[in-house]
T-cell receptor, first 114, second 114 residues
Framework: NAGVTQTPKFQVLKTGQSMTLQCAQD?????MYWYRQDPGMGLRLIYY???????DKGEVPNGYNVSRLNKREFSLRLESAAPSQTSVYFC?????????????FGQGTRLTVV | AQSVTQLGSHVSVSEGALVLLRCNYS??????LFWYVQYPNQGLQLLLK??????LVKGINGFEAEFKKSETSFHLTKPSAHMSDAAEYFC????????????FGPGTRLSVLP
């Protein structure tokens, strides 16, 4: 059982380049999330999808777009990367059926923008 | 709005000593509370959670936490630290609001000294 799978694990981009971070979960969860982790700031929510077909902005959405492709997959796109987007990105999922349950996390994508 | 504070960005203990990591939250409604652990270059793994019922919650690896509503706290403890406990620990709150939202604290890095 893979859980939450993120690709790629590492990426180096030049300023202005674009890329898409992929995330897939095999737990039949309704809700999916994208977070970024920066030293001393914990995890900050970029976007989330409460259920298939819906997406909403989180705390730090500027510079990002998301697509909930289907129930399994939730991608994060950087259209024009900036050095401020250097971070570790985590995808997570939760059951999302009005029961409060834990979030399950992927292994992360370490992104460097030069 | 919910928020989470973790007192001490870095805590050092000797092997065999008590581990105490502090978490306080602010929430306008009773929250659900979680502790996660992150080992280097890995994703977040659930240690324990409080949703309803008993306020003393036991988790994996000998950790436990007590929900104290009057103090708005959810401190994490372990009677005897092991070298393998060295990691970063995150406290999080969650509630249902058009989907399940998680808010994470800034994290506490635990070092265990021989």
């Amino acid at each position: 059982n893979a859980g939450v799978t993120q690709t790629p694990k590492f990426q180096v981009l030049k300023t202005g380049q674009s890329m898409t971070l992929q995330c897939a979960q095999d737990m039949n969860h309704n809700s999916m999330y994208w977070y970024r982790q920066d030293p001393g700031m914990g995890l900050r929510l970029i976007y989330y999808s409460a259920s298939e077909g819906t997406t909403d902005k989180g705390e730090v959405p500027n510079g990002y777009n998301v697509s909930r492709l289907n129930k399994r997959e939730f991608s994060l796109r950087l259209e024009s990367a900036a050095p401020s987007q250097t971070s570790v990105y985590f995808c997570a999922s939760s059951v999302g059926d009005r029961r409060i349950t834990e979030a399950f996390f992927g292994q992360g994508t370490r992104l460097t923008v030069v | 709005a919910q928020s989470v504070t973790q007192l001490g960005s870095h805590v050092s203990v000797s092997e065999g000593a008590l581990v105490l990591l502090r978490c306080n939250y602010s929430s306008s409604v009773p929250p659900y509370l979680f502790w996660y652990v992150q080992y280097p270059n890995q994703g977040l793994q659930l240690l324990l959670k409080y949703t309803t019922g008993a306020t003393l919650v036991k988790g994996i690896n000998g950790f436990e936490a007590e929900f104290k509503k009057s103090e708005t706290s959810f401190h994490l403890t372990k009677p005897s630290a092991h070298m393998s406990d060295a990691a970063e620990y995150f406290c999080a709150v969650s509630r249902w609001n058009y989907g399940q939202n998680f808010v994470f604290g800034p994290g506490t890095r635990l070092s265990v000294l021989p």
